[in-house]
């Protein structure tokens, strides 16, 4: 397994300040984005320690692979799904505790997606409503791998609503699960197999909220090179409003026997 990755954030055309966060760490193969909340730029805060805590974690995992983990190992998750979610369940108390040290920090949370890959597999968790799509070259297709937690997802799944009620539903940005919220929180980790040339875009609500499956699913379809395409990914979100910080980062797979390709940011 080889793998190219590229990451950026961006401010987006209506705030002030940036409160996204994304972590690539290729001596891992772990790669992240966090959408953070709160005033007082907590929500930023809170989005540094998710990436911070889950690359440190995987850190010491790989140092020392007799350490002893802050939780249990959940028995329906092998080692890899455990050791991803392990981590963001760290980070969820690292953001627990500092709010709850920090008045001014109180409330604050964010949600996570992480992509870690491990021989030929890789393991997405998720927190919140970012997101983690695939796009499978062979099929020219883009999939969404991990599925929102959040209000609206839970209205689609029990009302089969309208495409017009979608898009005028009023508590669209209302999240149902995030980091920081609880002293501890429930990770959703799936395990995808993906092919040759495959790539996974990792996003924050700001794109995936800016423009549609449709429109990133060209963008991956028409440029190779994933620095342009994850630059036309934001323009696109900024060309459409750029109403929220907007963050993607964009990992594509080569298998084993494939030249080595370098890591690029």
């Keep these: 397994m080889h793998l190219e990755v590229v990451g950026k954030t961006d401010v987006g055309r ?3 300040h940036n409160e996204d966060n994304f972590l690539l760490l290729p001596e891992e193969n772990v790669f ?4 953070g909340m709160g005033g ?3 929500g930023e805060v809170a989005s540094q320690i998710a990436v911070t805590e889950i690359g440190e974690f995987f850190k010491m995992t790989s140092e020392d692979d007799e350490v002893t983990w802050p939780f249990r190992m959940d028995k329906a998750y092998g080692y890899d799904e455990n050791r991803i979610s392990v981590a963001i369940k760290l980070a969820n108390m690292r953001i627990f505790e500092t709010s709850r040290r920090n008045s001014k920090q109180h409330g604050m949370g964010t949600t996570v997606v992480a992509v870690y890959c491990k021989d030929r597999a890789a393991f997405v968790a998720h927190v919140g409503d970012s ?3 695939r796009y499978i070259a062979a099929e020219q297709r883009l999939v969404q791998v991990t599925e929102d937690h959040s209000l609206l997802n839970d209205y689609i799944r029990a ?3 309208t495409p017009e009620e979608i898009a005028n539903f ?3 940005n209302v999240i149902v699960r995030a980091l920081g919220m609880k002293d501890s929180v429930l990770v959703d980790v799936a395990r995808v197999e993906p092919k040759e040339n ?4 990792l996003c924050s609500d700001g794109l995936s909220g800016m423009i549609s499956d449709e429109q990133m699913q060209e963008i991956l379809r028409t440029e190779s090179d994933l620095a342009r395409a994850t630059e036309k990914l934001i323009a696109g979100a900024n060309a459409a409003g ?3 910080n907007i963050t993607c980062v964009l990992l594509r797979w080569h298998e084993a026997d494939m030249p080595a390709l370098p890591f690029g940011h």
């Design 14 to 16: 209506k705030r002030d």
């Design 32 to 35: 992240c984005v966090a959408d």
């Design 40 to 42: 007082h730029s907590s």
């Design 131 to 133: 997101r983690v799509y």
């Design 159 to 161: 009302k089969r609503l």
């Design 170 to 172: 009023p508590h669209k």
């Design 198 to 201: 495959d790539t996974f875009l």
């Design 242 to 244: 750029g109403t929220d």
